[in-house]
Nanobody
Framework: QVQLVESGGGLMQAGASLRLACAAS????????MGWFRQAPGKEREFVAA????????SYADSVKGRFTISRDNTKNTVYLQTNSLKPEDTAVYYC???????????????????WGRGTQVTVSS
């Protein structure tokens, strides 16, 4: 079992910087592919970014490519999502997720991930 806890959300101004963190329990963090998803009110949960076990592969949704960066620190059992150019359309609840599978072309699919955090709200005002 893996427990995930997101932090770093809040009310932000458009153009501001943000760094979200997701802390994972357990001793096998490095065995998991990690992903970030987000969900706005009335919308489906959507993929944001994913990172392989050793951080060697990083993938992003087109909506955030070039603006968001995913990273991980396996010594701290933590995965991060950061940007320095928030937009109002980034407003959503952000979730981190963990998958025991290898990094494959299913990295953006919700069913790939077995464990989910409870989310952190990010609200971006113009």
């Amino acid at each position: 079992q893996v427990q995930l806890v997101e932090s770093g959300g809040g009310l932000m101004q458009a153009g501001a910087s943000l760094r979200l963190a997701c802390a994972a329990s357990g001793r096998t963090f490095s065995s998991y592919v990690m992903g970030w998803f987000r969900q706005a009110p009335g919308k489906e949960r959507e993929f944001v970014a994913a990172i392989s076990r050793n951080g060697g592969i990083r993938s992003y949704a087109d909506s955030v490519k070039g603006r968001f960066t995913i990273s991980r620190d396996n010594t701290k059992n933590t995965v991060y999502l950061q940007t320095n150019s928030l937009k109002p359309e980034d407003t959503a609840v952000y979730y981190c997720a963990a998958s025991p599978k290898f990094f494959r072309d299913t990295y953006a699919s919700i069913p790939m991930y077995d464990y989910w955090g409870r989310g952190t709200q990010v609200t971006v005002s113009s």
